[in-house]
Structures are given as structure tokens and as C-alpha cells.
């Protein structure tokens, strides 16, 4: 790895993880995904493509179980060996470990709840699977209603005139699911299941939520076309359509009474993750640019003996190595901490994907002309890392719930 390893306690286990997943990143996703992005989002996502092929191999690799315990079967990974896993894996394609880190969202929560019915559906099938036939998916986005998800803790959150479009009614012994999730949902059109947010009280606005794992595979869900979007392009994305749809009492695993606290823990981890990811991104950006700026000759001298390039790649390393020190943080102290502060973790996800944003495009400066050519992968690098102040919450809206529960907690 290029960077030096500020982190003397960094045991052999993780070491060796850094390494590996590292290589398998640069030689199988960096490649793969610049070929992904050049081709249509339908193609993306046929059966037998090139993203099925790379989705596979992580599987057999059981990357998929990363976040799962060597009790049920996991890679048994402790939070800095997660953070560490998602840094490497998206410094080779950030799509890919959304993708990947989406493909766990039911088993996570089957895991946390550790209930026989759910670890036999939701966790056994998905670590057992090895051609990634079984994967899920976070849907929590309405075409109606996006930052509208993120505001708890306020007055807004329990309004009745506000709710979720997609509904649950109780009937003969389960819950039928009627409405529409937003074209954004990662895995959306290759996912076997749905962690899926709904609303069963609406007289209690967006707090009479609840979350249900339900089978995709079902009479009653349709899926939009894949989305076509700018960065990313290896990540399918689209609509779910739910028409009576069914799951299960046990399958619907959180009611309103837990859905704000739950809804907080869920961003604690996926924000976390964030953080995570984009300091992968960051860390790509950077390394380009120090490759670059020794390759290519202008005034009659390398860019690296110029000052000002000097200085700009000062300002890239001191925003990588911030990024990386926080998130690592962030995670570890979540992923011990019952609740957790998810403030901590919304500042690493705004943090880190700035950073690797504006390392991002300082690269791009950099790069001069060749920056916006398809000739070297830093513009893609760009277009993945303009999506990421969106992905997962807008930063904006993101910065305003933490700043309520920093107040909240003072
Ligand atoms: C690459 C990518 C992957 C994604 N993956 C998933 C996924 O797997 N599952 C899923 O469910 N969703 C997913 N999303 C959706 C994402 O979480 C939403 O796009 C995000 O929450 C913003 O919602 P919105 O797009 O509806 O924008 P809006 O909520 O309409 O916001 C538009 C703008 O208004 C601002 N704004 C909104 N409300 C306020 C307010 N109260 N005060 C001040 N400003 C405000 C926002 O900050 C933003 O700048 C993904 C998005 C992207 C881009």
C-alpha cells in the first residue's frame, strides 16, 4: 500500500486483509468497472455480464459476509477489519462496494436480532450463497420523499400530514404492502430481498414506520427500468413497485414503537460505511495524482518539482489522512456503542465524501486536458465521488439532523 500505516496496532490479521483485498480491488473491480461505466445501465445489469461475473467472485471470496460472525458463518471481521475491508475495496470501484455493502442489508438486521426465523431466511441462505443469487437491498427513498426520511427527532418526523407512500396493512396473518420505492435504490434491479421501509400508522406521520424483510422474488413487486445516472455506473439502481405484496409477521422486524431509534441506528452504520468507502475513493484520487504529477513534464521539469503541484498535493494527503483518521473512529466507536452517536458517524459521511470530492477534482486540475478524457480513470473517479455528497442522505440534510442531535445531546 502506498501510504504509510498510522496506526502502530494494526494487527497481522488486518494487515494481511489490507493486502488482499486491496489487490483483488485493483485487479478485478478497477478494471471491470471502467468497462461497466461504458455501457448502459439494462447491459449492466443481464444476466451474465461482466458485474454479475465480479459480483460472484466476492462472493465466493465471502466478501458478502463481511459484516456477519464466524459464529453464523462470517468472516468474523472486528469493526476496524470493516472499515479496512470497505476502504479497499472502493479505492478499486466504489459502485462495486455499494453494491456489495447494499447485497447485506436484510442479513444485518436478521444478525442484530438473532431470531431462528430470521437467521434461517435471511442469514444461512445469503452467507451459504456463492453466485450472488441472493442479495438485498436498503429501500428507504420515495419519488415523494427523500430528506423527508432523515429528519427525526423533530416535530416534521411525527406530523400526520407527512408519511411514507409505501404502506403496510395488516391481514389474515400478514402484512400486504402496497406503493412505490424511488429509482434510487442501490441493487434495486438485481436484489433477491428489500430491507423495506414502511409506513403502518400514518396518524403518526413518519415515525408510525416500520421495517419488513420481503422476498422480491414475488407476485406483487415490479422493478423500473435501471437507472442511468452520472457516476458510479456499476451500480444498478431503480424502482420497486409493491402491488399486494406479502411478508410474514416475523419478517416485519421493526413497528413504530422502535422505527425512529431504529432509523438512527441504520444511518449510524450506512453513514459509517460512507466514510469508509470514500476514504477509499480519496486515497485512489490521491495516489493518480502522485503518479501523474511524476510522469508528465511541463516548464521543463516534472509537475512534482513545481511548487504550487507541491502544495496541491499537500492539501490531497492532509485531507486523505483526516478522512481515514476520523471514519476509522467513527466506526469503531459506533460499532461498540449501543445507541450509537450517529452524529459521529453523519461527520465522517460529510467529511469524507467532501475530501475525496475536492481530492477528486484537484486530481482532475491536475490531470489538465487528459483529467476530463476517458483516457486515465480519474474522471470517472470524479463522477463517483459528485454522487457520494448525495448517496446515502444529501449532505446538507445530513448535516442538519446531526447538528440536532449534537444540540440534543448537550
Ligand atoms: C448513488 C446513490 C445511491 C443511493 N442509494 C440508495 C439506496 O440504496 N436506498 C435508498 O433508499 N436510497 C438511496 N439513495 C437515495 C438518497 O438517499 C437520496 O437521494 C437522498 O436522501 C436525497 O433525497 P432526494 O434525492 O429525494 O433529494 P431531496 O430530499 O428532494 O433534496 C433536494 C435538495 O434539497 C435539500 N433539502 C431537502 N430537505 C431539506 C430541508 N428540510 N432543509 C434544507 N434543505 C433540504 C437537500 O439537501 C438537497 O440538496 C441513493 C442516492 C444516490 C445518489
Not at 470497505?86 to 442479513?107: D, H, M, P
Request: with cysteine; net charge negative; aromatic share 10%.
Amino acid at each position: 500500500m502506498p501510504y504509510t500505516e498510522l496506526n502502530l496496532e494494526l494487527s497481522e490479521e488486518h494487515e494481511l486483509l489490507k493486502e488482499e483485498v486491496h489487490k483483488f480491488a485493483m485487479e478485478v473491480l478497477r478494471p471491470a468497472s471502467l468497462e461497466l461505466d461504458k455501457l448502459s445501465p439494462s447491459e449492466v445489469v443481464k444476466k451474465g455480464s461482466l458485474y454479475w461475473e465480479c459480483m460472484a467472485r466476492m462472493y465466493q471470496n465471502n466478501y458478502h459476509t463481511v459484516l456477519i460472525s464466524d459464529a453464523y458463518g462470517g468472516l468474523g471481521l472486528d469493526p476496524l477489519g470493516v472499515h479496512i475491508f470497505w476502504e479497499e475495496l472502493a479505492y478499486g470501484s466504489v459502485g462495486f462496494a455499494v453494491s456489495l455493502g447494499c447485497s447485506c442489508f436484510s442479513s444485518f438486521y436478521a444478525t442484530m436480532l438473532c431470531e431462528d426465523y430470521l437467521i434461517d431466511n435471511f442469514v444461512t441462505p445469503f452467507v451459504n450463497c456463492k453466485d450472488a443469487s441472493i442479495m438485498s437491498c436498503w429501500g428507504i427513498t420515495e419519488p415523494q420523499h427523500g430528506s423527508d426520511n432523515l429528519m427525526t427527532g423533530t416535530e416534521f418526523f411525527r406530523d400526520p400530514a407527512h408519511a411514507h407512500q409505501v404502506k403496510a396493512k395488516r391481514k389474515g396473518g400478514k402484512w400486504v404492502i402496497n406503493g412505490q420505492k424511488s429509482a434510487w435504490i442501490s441493487n434495486g434491479p438485481v436484489a433477491s430481498d428489500v430491507a423495506l421501509f414502511v409506513n403502518m400508522d400514518a396518524s403518526c406521520g413518519f415515525s408510525g414506520g416500520g421495517i419488513c424483510l420481503l422476498n422480491l422474488d414475488q407476485p406483487g413487486v415490479s422493478r423500473g427500468k435501471p437507472l442511468d445516472k452520472l457516476g458510479q455506473r456499476e451500480l444498478p439502481q431503480g424502482e420497486l413497485f409493491f402491488d399486494g405484496a406479502e411478508c410474514s409477521e416475523e419478517a416485519m422486524i421493526v413497528d413504530p414503537e422502535s422505527y425512529e431509534s431504529m432509523t438512527e441506528l441504520t444511518l449510524g452504520h450506512a453513514n459509517a460505511t460512507m466514510g469508509a468507502y470514500f476514504t477509499g475513493l480519496a486515497q485512489a484520487a490521491f495516489d493518480l495524482s502522485m503518479d501523474y504529477s511524476r510522469e508528465r513534464v511541463q516548464g521543463g521539469k516534472l509537475l512534482s518539482e513545481h511548487q504550487l503541484v507541491q502544495r496541491k498535493l499537500f492539501d490531497m494527503f492532509v485531507k486523505v489522512e483526516t478522512a481515514r483518521a476520523f471514519s476509522r473512529s467513527a466506526m469503531v466507536f459506533n460499532m461498540n456503542t449501543t445507541p450509537p452517536k450517529v452524529q459521529y458517524s453523519i461527520g465522517a459521511k460529510v467529511f469524507c465524501t467532501e475530501a475525496a470530492f475536492q481530492v477528486a477534482s484537484d486530481s482532475v486540475q491536475l490531470f489538465g486536458g487528459y483529467g476530463v478524457s476517458k483516457d486515465f480513470p480519474i474522471e470517472k473517479l470524479f463522477r463517483d465521488a459528485r454522487a457520494g455528497l448525495i448517496e446515502d442522505g444529501s449532505n446538507d440534510s445530513l448535516s442538519l439532523a446531526a447538528g440536532l442531535m449534537i444540540l440534543r445531546e448537550a
